[in-house]
């Protein structure tokens, strides 16, 4: 019997700012001749016990990519001036990392100190500072600069730079590598993007971070042959994708990735908990904040890192849920998914000088809405609650401005932000009138750092002595996570020692400083070692998941602990269980696997994540335990909790189970059809097989319509190794040589350009019939809910630009393509021509083109291929758009929100 033909639509867009920028070939004068510039503290609206001062400005320091506070309070910052190859360089000497400097505590910087300049440095992404070493994130390396001497000053004959890890591939590049940060548990804590990487860690482990991405830089910058993996493992025996995180010893050993999976993480936060958060960004309004459930993947791309989230993309699936693959088993949940933008920096408020009302409150940048997001995380089953707030912002009062008022508030591009020592919280401004497209238009390349904290605020950096262990506790006290780690590095060396205060800070009201003591118990002798096996048993649920976190960490014996935990009346507690028993054999983790699936909701997807994360590697032997242990033997009687479990574990044990669920017709019709896709996402020729088999026998057209759409996509992806065409073929779902290829090519634009941004932006543009003329935008971007989902979103878009920024993106498509938005033209055999966005790179290849149109482009009809320099989105010229229609358009979309 024949299988239904399926047309196959996966679409997906991303966001990008298209800016221009004045041509470079060589090296600019520096300092540049035009005048800085910064937004004014009045432009910002925060909340009303609190208020914004300017603590430092350009020519102090310019175009700040991130910033590290050190424990006198001096601001470290890394400036990219010389920000992507292509708008030439600005500074032939390199890139800064410079240190500002509060001499007088008056609350703004009074000096500027150049630590270092040098070529090496190309707008390096990430800084952190602990003492006297300078970690600096620039790809291909993470690299430790000493101050031997303290005096702020890198000199090479007597301070020393090392290269702690190499092999991150993305120079020049947003997508690579981010800023080291530190957790309570004295470990160091990274990521980096989609770039991906191969790197050895100090223990002599590699890391294999699996990406088919190579664009946005040139190929130079990809120093790992990353492309060629196509799935293989690390040294520790998993599949990993990029983006990704490691946690590891400072000296660089037993580095763990801890996340991955992600497109491009701006940076992480490790609370006192030992919460993990981040922010990332989409291809296509899609921009998240998360709980990073340990191990998880957060599914840009498919586990092996092989495919986008395009090519998996379920009909009628919401593109945030498509996105991060929410629907599929191997994800994490994503939290708060808000759209298009451009996140940045993050950081989390604990303690310090802004009261007791903003203790344990997130913080994340984002550059593309002007504004720092905020958020106050609370436990929900196996995660964490992501209700948003504006923290920090110069777009609430927009309505009503001038347009030079508007323009002065959208250059406000948080990068980054930061709690200083003193209690307050300090936040890097990039200031730019566009924010993405891989430029930047501010000729001036101004920057600035602004402090949040209560009005009147006196700021005072505790000076410490290091070498007591009463300064040793004070450190540990202290608002900025980098201080804090020298203070638990110190107390651990203290040992026993240091147990009697240590143990006092137990007891404080706020739970992260009680949370701070307990990562130390296991190193203060046996004391702590008994303290905290009490502190497993505190009715606080959170002081009994630090615990088990503190013991999981210290390499103490934990099974013991384990089996008891598994039962805690806090799903919390439970999912961290079950995590730690990645760890261990099947025959030890079994009973106590069971114990945290036997409490499973059947709807908490981090609940079930968790479980399947703890079981890896030996998913098999643990479904079959749970199968016996939980009586689940007959497959018509298994409750929703345990299907959902075998949809995660995702073994080919399951397979004859899963068979009989699909045949059987007692079931309900959203069970079978939930067996035809548990059978879908297994690994194994035998699931191909088994849906294969089920389409002959069964006549449903429901059923047999599902399994047709599931045998199709995934023979695109993750079934491709299996060599299913001979079956598609003859089974009617899929034949390569009668498929019908339609080219589509995107015309060159015009060299002689008739439109120019300053007579356009002189213009008076009437919104009104800038709402239709914006229609013709459709052949790209969906509009109003009509049209292509092939080019960015627009929507809210032009509301985070400046006037000119706009003008750009819509004359000038080609001079800020976005991440995801590269085009491919394919030459065909038969002289035709198709110009796409390769959404997957198998046979056939998955090629979205113009009007939104999904076509499968077979290997066999290709001649040849080759990535585009030049946007697929057509200009403003192409669409025959006058000054005065672009002048409408502009005016339509900066009320858009």
């Not at 001499?103 to 006297?132: M, R």
């Not at 309505?399 to 508007?406: A, V």
């Not at 006290?477 to 020298?486: D, G």
Request: one cysteine or more; charged letters at 20%; proline letters at 6%.
């Amino acid at each position: 019997m024949k299988f239904p033909p399926l047309f196959l639509l996966i679409s997906g867009l991303g966001i990008s700012t298209a800016l221009s920028a004045p041509p470079k070939s060589s090296a600019m004068a520096w300092p540049p001749a035009v005048k800085t510039n910064h937004v004014g503290v009045d432009k910002f609206s925060t909340s009303l016990d609190l208020e914004v001062t300017l603590w430092a400005k350009s020519p102090k320091f310019y175009n700040p990519t991130n910033m590290s506070i050190d424990p006198q309070g001096r601001i470290w910052v890394t400036e990219g001036v010389n920000y992507r190859e292509k708008l030439g360089i600005r500074r032939n000497a390199g890139d800064r990392i410079m240190v500002l400097i509060d001499s007088n505590n008056d609350g703004t910087a009074d000096q500027s100190k150049v630590f270092l300049q040098d070529p090496y440095l190309e707008s390096p992404l990430g800084i952190a500072v602990f003492d006297n070493q300078i970690i600096i994130s620039q790809p291909p390396d993470i690299v430790i600069y000493t101050d031997v001497n303290r005096d702020l000053r890198f000199d090479p004959k007597v301070d020393k730079k090392e290269i702690l890890l190499t092999g991150f591939n993305g120079r020049q590049h947003d997508h690579s590598l981010h800023s080291i940060t530190s957790g309570p548990d004295g470990k160091w804590y990274f990521n980096s993007g989609n770039c991906g990487a191969i790197f050895t860690d100090n223990s002599g482990k590699t890391f294999r971070m699996n990406t088919n991405y190579r664009g946005g830089t040139s190929e130079k910058y990809f120093y790992t042959p990353t492309d060629k993996l196509k799935g293989a493992k690390s040294d520790d025996g998993y599949v990993w994708s990029s983006g990704f995180s490691v946690r590891m010893n400072p000296n660089g050993t037993d580095a763990e990735i801890i996340g991955h999976g992600y497109r491009n993480s701006y940076e992480q936060v490790v609370n006192s908990l030992g919460d993990m958060y981040q922010s990332d960004n989409d291809d296509y309004s899609s921009c998240r904040n998360s709980y990073v459930l340990e191990f998880g993947s957060a599914g840009y791309y498919s586990l092996n890192g092989q495919h986008k989230w395009q090519a998996d993309k379920r009909p009628g699936q919401a593109i945030p849920r498509a996105h991060w693959r929410q629907d599929d088993p191997g994800t994490f949940d994503a939290g708060d998914v808000y759209g298009s933008g451009g996140p940045t920096g993050v950081t989390f408020y604990e303690n310090g000088a802004l009261g007791e009302e903003w203790i344990g409150t997130y913080l994340s940048g984002e550059a593309s809405r002007n504004t720092v997001f905020g958020y106050k995380p609370k436990p929900q089953g196996a995660t964490y609650s992501m209700d948003r707030f504006n923290f920090l912002t110069t777009r609430s009062l927009s309505s009503g401005m001038s347009e030079k008022e508007r323009d002065e508030r959208v250059h406000f591009r948080p990068s980054d932000i930061s709690v200083g020592p003193d209690g307050a919280l300090y936040v890097a401004d990039w200031y730019d009138p566009g924010s993405g497209g891989h430029a930047t238009r501010d000729e001036s390349s101004s920057g600035a750092i602004y402090r949040i904290a209560p009005k009147n605020f006196h700021s005072i950096t505790p000076k410490l002595n290091l070498s007591t262990i009463s300064g040793q506790v004070e450190a540990l006290l202290s608002p900025n996570p980098n201080v804090r780690f020298l203070g638990v590095e110190a107390l651990k060396q203290k040992g026993a020692k240091a147990y009697s205060q240590v143990s006092k800070l137990l007891s404080h009201k706020n739970p992260y400083i009680a949370a701070r003591a307990i990562w130390l118990l296991p190193y203060l002798g046996h004391q702590g070692i008994g303290k905290l096996y009490q502190t497993l048993q505190a009715e606080n649920p959170v002081f009994r998941l630090v615990s088990y976190r503190s013991l999981r960490r210290s390499g103490a014996e934990l099974l013991p602990h384990a089996v008891k935990m598994a039962r805690d009346p806090s799903p919390g507690v439970r999912r961290d269980v079950a995590l730690s028993m990645r760890a261990f054999q099947a025959k030890q983790a079994n009973p106590i696997l069971k114990e945290v699936a036997q409490r499973y909701d059947g709807v908490d997807k981090n609940y079930v994540e968790s479980i399947g994360l703890g079981a890896a590697g030996k998913e098999a032997e643990v479904w079959k335990y749970l199968r016996g242990a939980l009586k689940r033997q007959n497959s018509s009687k298994w409750d929703t909790p345990f299907a959902r479990i075998t949809w995660r574990l995702g073994t080919k044990e399951a397979i004859p189970d899963l068979t009989e669920r699909v045949k059987n017709q007692n079931l309900a019709i959203e069970d079978r059809l939930f067996a035809v896709e548990s059978i879908a996402f297994i690994n194994h020729p035998l699931a191909p097989d088994a849906l294969f088999a089920l389409g002959k026998s069964l006549t449903e057209s429901r059923i047999k319509q599902a399994i047709t759409q599931w045998i199709l996509r995934r023979s695109l992806t993750s079934w491709s190794q299996y060599d299913l065409k001979n079956r598609l073929k003859s089974s009617g779902i899929y034949d390569p040589e009668s498929t019908q290829i339609i080219p589509i090519s995107t015309p060159k634009p015009s060299q002689k350009k008739k439109l120019k941004v300053e007579e356009i932006a002189k213009l008076q543009g009437d919104p009104t019939r800038g709402k239709t003329t914006i229609m013709r935008c459709t052949m790209c971007h969906e509009v109003n809910g009509l049209g292509a989902n092939y080019g960015p979103r627009l929507e809210g878009w032009a509301a985070k630009q400046s006037t000119s920024a706009i003008i750009h993106a819509i004359i000038n498509p080609s001079q800020g393509i976005a991440h995801g938005f590269q085009g491919t033209e394919y030459i065909l055999k038969d002289g035709g021509i198709i110009h796409g966005i390769t959404e997957s790179q198998g046979d056939p290849a998955i090629v979205l083109t113009q009007g939104g149109l999904t076509q499968m482009v077979p290997r066999s009809k290709v001649e040849s291929s080759k990535r585009m320099k030049r946007s697929l989105m057509l200009s403003a010229e192409q669409l025959a758009l006058s000054s005065q229609d672009v002048a409408d358009i502009v005016a339509y979309m900066k009320g858009w929100e």
